[in-house]
C-alpha cells in the first residue's frame, strides 16, 4: 500500500489555517526514524564505520569525493531520462531495487561496489522524486529538481547525528538563488561520507553481498524518510502564511519532545 503523506490543507483557504500539530509531529516521526536505522548494520559487519572506512585503499578514499560528484550527476541525468520514460518507482519497489543492487555490488568486493554507485545513487533520487510527487511537488520544477539533491546533504544511516540533520532544512530558503550544479558539488563531500562508509561495509569477504543489500535497504528507506521532511515542510510552507524558518522550529521542538 502506497504511504500517505500528512494530512495538509490545500486550495484557497490553505493561507488561512496554519498546519496542524499532528501533521508537525508526523514529520518529527519521520526524522526520528531516519536517523535511527542502519546502526545494526554495523553490528552485522563488526567494527565502526570509520574503522572500516580506514581499510579502504588510500586511492579510493581520496578519489571519493570526486567519484561521488560523478555519480550524482549521472544519476540526476538518468533519473530524469528514465522518469521521461514512464519509471517512477518509490516506496518498497525503489527499496528492493536498491537492495538487489546492494546485493550485487557487495558480492563481487570493491570494484562491483564502486561500479554500483552510480547506479544505486540513480535508484535513491528516484525515491526521494517519488516522494516529491506523493506531496503534489512536480520533479521537473526548478526549486524542487535542486531540493531533490538537497536531500543527500542529509548524513546517511550509519551517522550517529541524534537528529541535527535538521541542518539541512535551512538551504531550502537558499533553494531559488543556486544552480543545480553548485547544489550537487556543495553536496558531493558529505554525500560522499556517506558513500564510504557504504562502500566499506559492503567490502567485508563473506558478508559483502548480505552487507550490500541490507546497507542499500536502509539508505533507502532513510532518504525516503528525509525526503518525506523535505517536501512535507515545503508543502506546508507553501499552503500556509507560516514562515518555513517558523515551520522548521516547530519540527524542531516536536523532535526533541519524541
Not at 72 to 78: I, K, N, R
Not at 92 to 109: D, F, H, K, N, Y
Request: net charge neutral; charged share 20%.
Amino acid at each position: 500500500m502506497k504511504h500517505k503523506p500528512p494530512a495538509l490543507t490545500h486550495g484557497p483557504d490553505a493561507v488561512l489555517q496554519a498546519p496542524t500539530d499532528a501533521a508537525i509531529a508526523d514529520l518529527a516521526r519521520k526524522l526520528k526514524r531516519a536517523n535511527n536505522p542502519g546502526m545494526q548494520l554495523l553490528n552485522l559487519v563488526g567494527g565502526t564505520a570509520d574503522g572500516l572506512f580506514g581499510k579502504l585503499p588510500k586511492p579510493v578514499r581520496g578519489g571519493l569525493e570526486a567519484a561521488t560528484l560523478s555519480a550524482l550527476e549521472l544519476a540526476f541525468d538518468g533519473a530524469a531520462r528514465t522518469r521521461a520514460n514512464g519509471y517512477t518507482a518509490g516506496g518498497w519497489l525503489s527499496r528492493a531495487v536498491s537492495s538487489g543492487l546492494g546485493a550485487v555490488g557487495g558480492a563481487g568486493g570493491l570494484p562491483t561496489a564502486l561500479a554500483e554507485l552510480p547506479v544505486t545513487t540513480t535508484v535513491l533520487l528516484h525515491a526521494i522524486q517519488g516522494v516529491a510527487e506523493e506531496y503534489g511537488f512536480d520533479p521537473t520544477r526548478d526549486d524542487v529538481r535542486k531540493a531533490c539533491i538537497q536531500v543527500f546533504a542529509a548524513a546517511g544511516p550509519l551517522a550517529d547525528d541524534d537528529g541535527a540533520d535538521l541542518g539541512f532544512l535551512a538551504a531550502r530558503t537558499t533553494l531559488t538563488g543556486a544552480t543545480l550544479s553548485g547544489i550537487i558539488a556543495k553536496v558531493a563531500p558529505r554525500f560522499s561520507i556517506v558513500l564510504g562508509q557504504k562502500l566499506a561495509t559492503q567490502t567485508v569477504p563473506v558478508l559483502g553481498a548480505v552487507a550490500g543489500a541490507a546497507t542499500n535497504y536502509a539508505y533507502t528507506a532513510y532518504y525516503q524518510d528525509m525526503a518525506h521532511v523535505t517536501f512535507g515542510m515545503m508543502r506546508m510552507a507553501e499552503d500556509s502564511a507560516e514562515p518555513f524558518d517558523a515551520l522548521k522550529a516547530r519540527l524542531d521542538v516536536a523532535y526533541k519532545s519524541l
